[in-house]
C-alpha cells in the first residue's frame, strides 16, 4: 500500500496538526478522553468530570493511541477530523448512535487527517436547503495523503443534497464498516467512491425508505454505491483502484429507473473509470415495488471480479442479472467477471437478464452461476452479448431462500430499529440469516467453484463447509439454527456437512 512511507516520514506526519499548535498531553497519558453537550473547549478539561464540547476541539488536543468517548446528546455544528495519528485514535459515541451529529452542510469532514475512526454516531444533515454531503473524505494533504480512516458502526443517513458519503480526490487506505445507510437526494449515492484507491466497504447494510423520514420519493436518485473517477489525473490518480465491496446487504429501492443498486463508472471518461474491483458476498434484495435498471451496472471500466453474490426477489428491473454498456467517450469495459453468483426470482418474472449492448463491452465471462425464475423458462435472447446460455457451467434450480413478504427494513428512528432489532449488526443477521440462506434441497449447495471462492461468507463464517463451496453470498454452517421459516426442514440439510 503506497501510503506507506520511511519511518522518519511517518513520525512526521504523525505530528501533523492542521490549524495552530497546541499542546497535546503527555504520551503516558494516552488513555481516554471526554466530549459532552455540556462541557467546555478549554486546554485543560477532557476528563470524565470536565470533558470537551466539541469532537474537533478534542482530536486536536489527544496523544497518539487515544480514544475520544462522545456522550449522548445532539451536537450541531460541522465536525473537522483533520489531525494525523500514527497509531489511531478513535471517536466513539459512548451509547451506540446515543450521540447525534448533525448540520445544514457537510457534518463531518476529514480533508488531512490520518489514523482516525469514527465510531457509534447517528448523522444526518439538520433539514432540508442543507449544503452538499454528509459525510465527506478526500484526500487535501500537501504532504502525505488522507488515509487509514475508518467509519464503524455509523447510522448514515438523510441527505439533503448529494451523497451521503463521498470518498474522493485521491484519498486511500478508507474502511467503511457496518454501517447503516438510507436517503440520498438527488442523482445520488449513499456512498460515492471516485478517484481513490484502497477503499474497502464491508457489512454494511443499504435502503431507502423516504416516507419514514418524511420524506417524498422523487425515484429520482442514483445508485447506492457509485465507483468512478470523474476528474481524469487532476489528482494524481486515474480511476479508481482496489476497491472492495463485500459483505453488504442491499434492499429497498427507491430510486430511479435509471439506476440500480451498484454503479461501476458513469461519467462517460475517456479512462476507465474503475480498474480494479471486487464485489463478494453481497446479499442484494428485491423487496420494492420501484423498478430499477439492474442490480450491477459496469460502464467504461475494466478488472471487475462479481463473485458470490445473491440477488433475490422480483427486484423488478429492466434486467435482473447486469447492465454492461460504455457511454460518452468510455472505452469498452474489459475483463468483466462472474463467477459463482446466484440469481433467483421465485416469482417467475424474470423478463431480460442481461442489458448489454454489442460493441461496448469487449471481454466477460460468465461461469458457474445459478439462475431460477420461479419454474418459468429463463429469459434467453441469443443476440444479445451476454446470455445466460453463455455459461456453460450454468446451475439451473431453486436455491430455496426464504419469502420477502413482510420483510421490515432496518431503518433508525432515533431511538430503535423499526424491525426490532438491537444494533445494525442484529439486523444485518436477521436479513442474511432470513432471505440469503439456502433451504432444504437447494440448488446452490456444494456448487461453487473453489478457485473463486473467498474464503468467508456474507456472515464471516468459514468456506466450504461441505464438499465444496455453496452458491450465493451465504454458506449453510453445520450446526448452524436455521431461520424460523423452516426450522423443522433444515436438520436434514444440516446433518449433510
Known amino acids: 500500500m503506497n501510503y506507506l512511507r520511511s519511518a522518519g516520514l511517518l513520525l512526521a506526519l504523525a505530528l501533523l496538526v492542521v490549524g495552530p499548535p497546541v499542546a497535546r498531553p503527555a504520551a503516558a497519558q494516552a488513555a481516554t478522553f471526554y466530549v459532552a453537550t455540556n462541557g467546555s473547549d478549554a486546554p485543560a478539561n477532557g476528563s470524565a468530570a470536565a470533558p470537551w464540547a466539541t469532537i474537533g476541539y478534542a482530536i486536536g488536543r489527544v496523544p497518539d493511541g487515544s480514544s475520544i468517548l462522545v456522550r449522548p446528546g445532539q451536537y450541531n455544528g460541522q465536525v473537522r477530523l483533520d489531525s494525523s495519528f500514527a497509531q489511531g485514535v478513535t471517536v466513539r459515541s459512548e451509547q451506540p448512535y446515543g450521540a447525534r451529529l448533525r448540520h445544514n452542510a457537510q457534518v463531518v469532514i476529514i480533508y488531512n487527517g490520518q489514523g482516525i475512526t469514527l465510531e457509534g454516531f447517528d448523522i444526518a444533515h439538520s433539514g432540508a436547503g442543507a449544503g ?80 419514514g423520514s418524511g420524506r417524498s420519493n422523487a425515484n429520482s436518485t442514483s445508485a447506492y454505491v457509485v465507483i468512478k473517477d470523474s476528474n481524469g489525473n487532476d489528482d494524481g490518480l ?168 413482510g420483510l421490515v427494513p432496518p431503518r433508525w428512528n432515533g431511538a430503535q430499529f423499526t424491525d426490532g432489532s438491537a444494533s445494525i449488526r442484529q439486523a444485518f443477521e436477521r436479513l442474511a440469516t432470513q432471505y440469503g440462506t439456502p433451504g432444504v434441497g437447494s440448488a446452490a449447495l456444494d456448487k461453487a467453484l473453489p478457485a473463486q471462492s473467498p474464503a468467508d461468507d456474507l456472515l464471516g463464517n468459514l468456506r466450504p463447509r461441505g464438499d465444496a463451496p455453496d452458491l450465493g453470498a451465504l454458506e449453510v454452517q453445520q450446526g448452524a439454527q436455521p431461520p424460523a421459516r423452516d426450522r423443522r426442514l433444515f436438520l436434514p440439510l444440516l446433518r449433510r456437512r
Do not use: C
Open 132 to 211: 452538499a454531503l454528509v459525510v465527506h473524505i478526500q484526500n487535501l494533504r500537501t504532504q502525505g495523503v488522507v488515509s487509514r480512516i475508518t467509519l464503524r458502526n455509523n447510522i448514515i443517513h438523510d441527505s439533503y443534497n448529494n451523497d451521503i458519503l463521498k470518498i474522493n480526490n485521491g484519498a486511500e487506505n478508507i474502511t467503511v464498516s457496518g454501517n447503516l445507510f438510507y436517503n440520498q437526494t438527488g442523482s445520488d449515492e449513499h456512498i460515492d467512491i471516485n478517484s481513490v484507491r484502497e477503499v474497502v466497504v464491508q457489512d454494511n447494510i443499504f435502503l431507502n425508505d423516504f416516507a
Open 238 to 405: 486515474l480511476g479508481s483502484r482496489e476497491i472492495t465491496l463485500r459483505r453488504n446487504i442491499f434492499l429497498s429501492w427507491e430510486g430511479s429507473v435509471g439506476y440500480g443498486f451498484v454503479q461501476v463508472g458513469e461519467d462517460g471518461t475517456a479512462n476507465y473509470e474503475a480498474d480494479g474491483v471486487l464485489l463478494e458476498n453481497n446479499l442484494l434484495l428485491g423487496n420494492a415495488a420501484n423498478r430499477m435498471r439492474a442490480p450491477f451496472a459496469v460502464m467504461g471500466s475494466r478488472n471487475v471480479t462479481v463473485r458470490h453474490n445473491t440477488v433475490s426477489g422480483d427486484l423488478p428491473a429492466t434486467a435482473f442479472g447486469m447492465r454492461l454498456y460504455s457511454f460518452g467517450d468510455n472505452q469498452p469495459n474489459a475483463d468483466i467477471r462472474f463467477y459463482n453468483n446466484l440469481w433467483s426470482d421465485p416469482g417467475g418474472t424474470m423478463g431480460t437478464f442481461a442489458d448489454a449492448p454489442q460493441g461496448q463491452t469487449s471481454s466477460f465471462v460468465l461461469n458457474n452461476n445459478l439462475y431460477w425464475n420461479g419454474g418459468q423458462p429463463l429469459p434467453n435472447n441469443p443476440a444479445a452479448l451476454v446470455n445466460i446460455t453463455a455459461d456453460a457451467a450454468r446451475v439451473v434450480g431453486d436455491p430455496r431462500l426464504g419469502s420477502q413478504a
